[in-house]
C-alpha cells in the first residue's frame, strides 16, 4: 500500500485525501441533518402542542381529586376528541404526579398505576418543561398502541391557576 501511495505526486495525494475527507464529511452530514431536522420538528410540535393543553385545559374536568366520575370522563373524551385526538395525535393520556392514569381516551388504562411512567413524569415536573420520546411500545402502559409502527410520546405538564404542575398530559 505505501508503495501505491509514494506513486501518486503530492498533488495527487492531496487530491485523493481531499475526495476521501469530502466523502467522508458527506456521510457525517447525511446521517447528522436529517436527525437534527427531526428533532426540530418534533420540538415545534412539542411547543404547539403545550399551547393547546395551556388552552385545553380550562376544558378539562377537575381531576384533581384523583378520579373521574363516568360523567366526568365523558366530558374530558368530548374535549380530547375535539380537540387533540385526530390522524396525527392517537392516543391521550392524563397521568397524575404517582404515575396513576387519571383519564385516557382508553378507558381500561383509568386508574392504573405504572411506576415507570412515574420516573418519566418526575423528570418533567423537575425540568418544569415539557419532554418527548420514541415510545417504547413493549412498556406495559403501551398496551393498546402496539398496532403502530412507531410512535412518539409528548408529555406535556398541566398547570392549575398559580402555575403548579398538577398532572403530566401524555399525547402520542
Known amino acids: 500500500m505505501t508503495a501505491l501511495w509514494t506513486a501518486f505526486p503530492p498533488t495527487g495525494r492531496a487530491a485523493l485525501l ?12 447525511g446521517i447528522f441533518i436529517p436527525l437534527e431536522v427531526r428533532r426540530h420538528v418534533l420540538t415545534a410540535e412539542a ?3 403545550e399551547a393547546a393543553v395551556v388552552a385545553l ?11 373521574l366520575s363516568p360523567a366526568q370522563v ?7 376528541d375535539r380537540a387533540l385526538l385526530n390522524a396525527e395525535y392517537v392516543r391521550a393520556k392524563l397521568w397524575s404526579l404517582d404515575g396513576t392514569v387519571i383519564y385516557s381516551d382508553e378507558h381500561d388504562l383509568i386508574g392504573l398505576n405504572f411506576e415507570s411512567v412515574a420516573t418519566k413524569i418526575t423528570e418533567v415536573t423537575t425540568s418544569d418543561r415539557l419532554q418527548f420520546e420514541v415510545t ?3 412498556e ?3 398496551e393498546f398502541e402496539r398496532s403502530y409502527r412507531e410512535l412518539v410520546e409528548f408529555y406535556v405538564p398541566v398547570r392549575d391557576e398559580a ?8 399525547i402520542y
Open 18 to 29: 481531499g475526495v476521501v475527507a469530502s466523502a467522508a464529511v458527506a456521510i457525517a452530514l
Open 47 to 49: 411547543r404547539g402542542l
Open 57 to 67: 385545559t380550562p376544558s378539562l374536568p377537575d381531576f384533581r381529586s384523583g378520579s
Open 74 to 80: 365523558a366530558a374530558a373524551d368530548g374535549v380530547v
Open 136 to 138: 417504547d411500545l413493549d
Open 140 to 142: 406495559a402502559e403501551n
Open 163 to 170: 402555575g403548579r404542575i398538577v398532572a403530566v398530559l401524555e
